[in-house]
Antibody, heavy 117, light 109 residues
Framework: QLQLQESGSGLVRPSQTLSLTCTVSGVSIGSGPHCWTWIRQPPGRGLEWIGFVYHTGSGYYNPSLKSRVTISVDKSTNQFSLTLHSVTAADTAVYYC?????????WGQGTQVTVSS | QSVLTQPPSVSGAPGQRVTISCTGSSSNIGSGYDVHWYQQLPGTAPKLLLYGTNNRPSGVPDRFSASKSGTSASLAITGLQAEDEADYYCQSYDTSLRVFGGGTKLTVL
């Protein structure tokens, strides 16, 4: 059974860098052309797609975040990661890692990230 | 402001049928891209409810169905149950990008 688990800092200072890692178990990231995805949900609000990476390392980002975001993949550890630079309070959210096949079919439980001094 | 537009809330009594609309544009739903639907119960991660417009993952009851026409899609829930009270999101594509609706809160009266 495929499972995803987010990890990383829950508190980030304004203007600093947010870094999260998603550990995938039950399937190899390199096994197929799936989209390894990050999505976030600000408090009391809807879902926002951040972007995804293929097992090849290429991917796509939300244009509204593209200048600040990088999603990378490490097949050796079966993990993929999110880096978001120059964060502000508007980046406070629950961050989900997920896998997209036909729809986003597997989700992590989510991790709260708060941007505050 | 979400790319796809959903009503903020809908409600219905147990046993009734409700629908949730998802309105896009010619660059996303209107281009023929698939629409997927997600259910998010309070305090939990979203769950894929319907994919490829009207396909149900294993375990999703056939009370849930969806359709698409032109630049819009809709989710229908029949035989409404208390456990259906949740937030529902539509999702589609805009070229290689993924776009979500703003979400609809379903209240079971």
């Amino acid at each position: 059974q495929l499972q995803l688990q987010e990890s990383g800092s829950g508190l980030v200072r304004p203007s600093q860098t947010l870094s999260l890692t998603c550990t995938v178990s039950g399937v190899s990231i390199g096994s197929g052309p799936h989209c390894w995805t990050w999505i976030r949900q600000p408090p009391g609000r809807g879902l926002e797609w951040i972007g995804f990476v293929y097992h090849t390392g290429s991917g796509y980002y939300n244009p509204s975040l593209k200048s600040r975001v990088t999603i990378s993949v490490d097949k050796s550890t079966n993990q993929f990661s999110l880096t978001l630079h120059s964060v502000t309070a508007a980046d406070t959210a629950v961050y989900y890692c997920a896998r997209e096949d036909s729809g986003i079919d597997y989700w992590g439980q989510g991790t709260q990230v708060t941007v505050s001094s | 402001q979400s790319v796809l537009t959903q009503p903020p809330s809908v409600s219905g009594a147990p046993g009734q049928r409700v629908t949730i609309s998802c309105t896009g544009s010619s660059s996303n739903i209107g281009s023929g891209y698939d629409v997927h639907w997600y259910q998010q119960l309070p305090g939990t991660a979203p769950k894929l409810l319907l994919y490829g417009t009207n396909n149900r993952p294993s375990g999703v009851p056939d009370r849930f169905s969806a359709s698409k026409s032109g630049t819009s899609a809709s989710l229908a829930i029949t035989g409404l149950q208390a456990e259906d009270e949740a937030d529902y999101y539509c999702q589609s594509y805009d070229t290689s990008l993924r776009v979500f609706g703003g979400g609809t809160k379903l209240t079971v009266l």
